[in-house]
């Protein structure tokens, strides 16, 4: 169990990033007229600094191996640019909070079906009544940050 406390740590960290991040990109929206431009803005800045480690440290993988990954493995991109559109775009409507409460609510009713099935190469983890209470307290959390 404590052999994953830095990793855990590390994730504990990178959501209070994400508390942070929300509420600076929506103001960039404001600033800049509209929420494409502040998504646009944040993946340019975040690929810029991803680059120069990736270029710094590692080096692209060859062209086979570019080749052979699945057309579906590059749909993670779409899917973060939907996530911190969606974001950026409410959370001054209903708060970091509310925002980061649903947002983890939608993670964990989506792991939990990931879990559940073993997909996308993860151990399978069958659902049970302590899971599905903890999704169910976690969406509670997020009726409770709107009374």
Same mark, same amino acid.
């Given at each position: 169990?404590? =052999?994953?406390?830095? +990793? ?10 994400? +508390?942070?991040? *929300? ?6 929206? =404001? +600033? ?31 062209? /086979? *191996? ?8 590059? *749909? ?13 775009? $409410?959370?001054?409507?209903?708060? +970091? ?9 939608? =993670? ?12 996308? /190469? ?5 659902? $049970? ?19």
């Amino acid at each position: 169990m404590f =052999q994953n406390l830095p +990793a855990l740590f590390l994730v504990f960290l990178a959501g209070m990033a994400v +508390a942070v991040q *929300t509420p600076i990109n929506g103001l960039l929206a =404001q +600033a800049g007229g509209n929420g494409i431009f502040a998504a646009t803005v944040s993946f340019l800045v975040g690929t810029i600094a991803l680059a120069l480690i990736l270029f710094s440290n590692y080096g692209l993988p060859s062209t /086979g *191996t570019m080749r052979a990954i699945p057309w579906w493995m590059w *749909t993670g991109g779409l899917l973060g640019a939907f996530y911190v559109w969606a974001a950026l775009t $409410n959370v001054h409507k209903i708060g +970091a909070l509310s925002l980061v409460a649903a947002l983890i609510a939608g =993670q964990l009713t989506a792991a939990l079906a990931l879990d559940a099935s073993g997909a996308f /190469g993860l151990g399978v983890n069958s659902i $049970n009544w302590q899971r599905v209470l903890a999704v169910f307290l976690v969406a509670a959390g997020v009726l409770l940050s709107r009374i």
